[in-house]
């Protein structure tokens, strides 16, 4: 932005002109807060002339940005359609009212729908080189007192929670699982895609399990769970879900938020069409149900499911390769070098231990059922209305971006996140999935309670 040949800009009768130019640049710049936020900041100030930018020039940032009109529009009301959105905006609201006292309250709501320590002092920050009130004094002692009250609060958050590597019986069949927390607390099942095992969610289990019960367990065939031979034992979807179902039983988890990963969706759906008022809510990670996502790597599975015999011996080879499995992990992220090694390799190693070939296979070959259960899902979806989160990596080629998207074909309310991350998402997201998912627990507790008598 060129000053040179135009007066500074002012507020409260103080050039600020190289400021301006200055924050305007930080708009765009990393840290802690995101772009959008900051922006949707700013144009609610200078909607009420405390900003150092014309309102005018912030809009035209902001579509620069990839915001639209009505979403501007609504920043200036100091609304948004996006939860989070609109709790910072509040906060700001309540900052700009009472610059030196933020309450309790106004703290709290920031932390419920999912901002950190850090967050929360650059947003303070960010009003403070705005409103008309030095940069001394009580506001910066309000900075102060904030990050010590919230500093407590993450501080908690920070110490891992302890997970557990238990067993149970099942059908006969030892299933192995993850737990975390204290079984008193809301329940989250976790149920793991291919080739992975409950093994993807430790860190997960670690960083939610200060404030839930987590349990993430190994299907049949899986991670350390028992590998019956397909000879006695059918691995189907159907079946695994039954064993799943017999799990949360043998458990105790009879009322849970169903969290799916991939080959959990199919498991999980079955699940929740089976026994529907054990599901609280729903979670998504790149776990489809419609073929809206259906990547170009299901074309060339169409020819397996409908000559088995025939094309058996080179969709296994492909499915127990390095390559292959990398690949699934990395996608089209260009970003290559985020990606651990021992992520693929690992599974490689669990893909390739005897029996494993015909299991696989034996899945692959039955997944052809769940494309066609698609309508089914989509219609309990529709009908049943949980609340929804989708948490997808966009660089994911066996479930692409418009399969999470699809969800609110069916379910408006679902809230969909799209990361820059794999198909396994976590892999290079783990903090803000745990973000995301936190935040829609906080909000699911929050809306549970406020429905009872």
Known sequence: MDTGNQPPLVISNTPVGACAVSFMNKLA???????????RIAIYLAKRGCSVFPLDLLREYGRAAGMNSAEMTANERGTSHDAMATACLRFVQSIVASPTTPTPEDLQGMYDVGYTL??????MAQ??????????????????ATAVAVSLS???LAQAAPVAYRTVKVDNINIAYREAGDASKPTILLLHGVPSSSRMYDALLRKLGDEYHLVAPDYPGFGNSDAPDPAGFTYTFDHLAQVMQKFTDAVGARRYVLLMQ??????????????????????FQNGNVYEDGLGAIWEKRKPFWTDRAAHEKDVIAAHQSVATTRARHIGTDPNVEAYDPDLWMDEYAYLNRPGQARIQTDLIYD?????????????????RQLPTLVVWGKHDTAFTVPGAQAFRRDNPAAEVHILDGGHFVMDTQL?????????FMHRLETATSGAKP
């Open 29 to 39: 710049q990393g840290g802690s807060l995101n772009q959008r936020t900051r922006v």
């Open 118 to 123: 850090n967050e929360i002092l650059e947003v």
């Open 127 to 144: 009003v403070s080189t705005n409103i008309p009130t030095p940069l001394t004094g009580g506001f910066m002692k309000a900075i102060a």
């Open 154 to 156: 993450v501080a908690s």
């Open 262 to 283: 991939d080959y959990g969706a199919p498991v999980g759906m079955r699940m929740a069409i089976a026994r529907p008022d054990a599901i609280q809510a729903l979670v």
């Open 367 to 383: 997944y052809q059922h769940n494309l066609a259960a698609y309508p089914q899902w989509q219609s309990w979806l529709k009908q």
């Open 431 to 439: 903090d803000a999935v745990a973000k995301v998912t936190r935040a």
